[in-house]
């Protein structure tokens, strides 16, 4: 079974920074994505980034794209969700997760990862 451990969430003042770990133990494979989602309540959840084992290419929501930088290390195996510039709309539960198979493709919808973390809280206040 995959584990995903979440951590680095927080309160922060709008025009800051967080940076988020997810660490990964279990089988993973390189081919597959890891990505972050993020909900916020009475919202759906909403893709935000996601990267390959294998690659170092990031994949980025429009609304973040710019701000938010997404890497790994993989003797680590821990992804990392850099957030610059937060904004009070980027206030949601934090959720890492990993595909449930190889895709070539850039969807990211949710119902294409089987693994998720437990969450973690990012609040920012304006």
């Known amino acids: 079974q995959v584990q995903l451990v979440e951590s680095g969430g927080g309160l922060v003042q709008a025009g800051g920074s967080l940076r988020l770990s997810c660490a990964a133990s279990?089988?993973?494979?390189?081919?597959?994505?890891m990505g972050w989602f993020r909900q916020a309540p009475g919202k759906e959840r909403e893709f935000v980034a996601a990267i390959r084992w294998s690659a170092s290419i990031g994949y980025y929501a429009d609304s973040v794209k710019g701000r938010f930088t997404i890497s790994r290390d993989n003797a680590k195996n821990t992804v990392y969700l850099q957030m610059n510039s937060l904004k009070p709309e980027d206030t949601a539960v934090y959720y890492c997760?990993?595909?449930?198979?190889?895709?070539?493709?850039?969807?990211?919808?949710?119902?294409?990862?089987?693994?998720w973390g437990q969450g973690t809280q990012v609040t920012v206040s304006s």
């Open positions: 279990g089988r993973t494979f390189n081919g597959y994505f």
């Open positions: 997760a990993k595909s449930k198979r190889y895709y070539s493709g850039s969807d990211f919808s949710a119902n294409r990862f089987d693994y």
